[in-house]
């Protein structure tokens, strides 16, 4: 059992940055791929991005390459998603999740994830 807590959502300006921080319990932490989902009202949850287990494979969908990061540092039991230069579109909810095999999961388009954390929202301003 892993349980998530995800951090630093808020409210930024368009073109801003953001931080977000997923910390996970549980003593087989770096065992897990760990990815961030998002979801916008009235629409499904969608990949953002997400990274092996030892850091060494990621993936991201596309409209967040170049401006999105995901990273983790296993001591600290936490996955963050830098965002920067965001867009009013990018205005969701934010999931943290993991599953051991999530990045090939996720290329495939397989998103059903071996554990979720509740969300933190992100509004961005136009």
């Known amino acids: 059992q892993v349980q998530l807590v995800e951090s630093g959502g808020g409210l930024v300006q368009a073109g801003g940055s953001l931080r977000l921080s997923c910390a996970a319990s549980?003593?087989?932490?770096?065992?897990?791929?760990m990815g961030w989902f998002r979801q916008a009202p009235g629409k499904e949850r969608e990949f953002v991005g997400a990274?092996?287990?030892?850091?060494?494979?990621?993936n991201y969908v596309d409209s967040v390459k170049g401006r999105f990061t995901i990273s983790r540092d296993n001591a600290k039991n936490t996955v963050y998603l830098q965002m920067n230069s965001l867009k009013p579109e990018d205005t969701a909810v934010y999931y943290c999740?993991?599953?051991?095999?999530?990045?090939?999961?996720?290329?495939?388009?397989?998103?059903?994830?071996?554990?979720w954390g509740k969300g933190t929202l992100v509004t961005v301003s136009s």
């Open positions: 549980g003593r087989t932490f770096s065992s897990y791929g």
């Open positions: 990274i092996s287990w030892s850091g060494l494979n990621i």
């Open positions: 999740a993991a599953d051991r095999s999530i990045v090939t999961k996720t290329r495939s388009g397989d998103y059903a994830m071996d554990y």
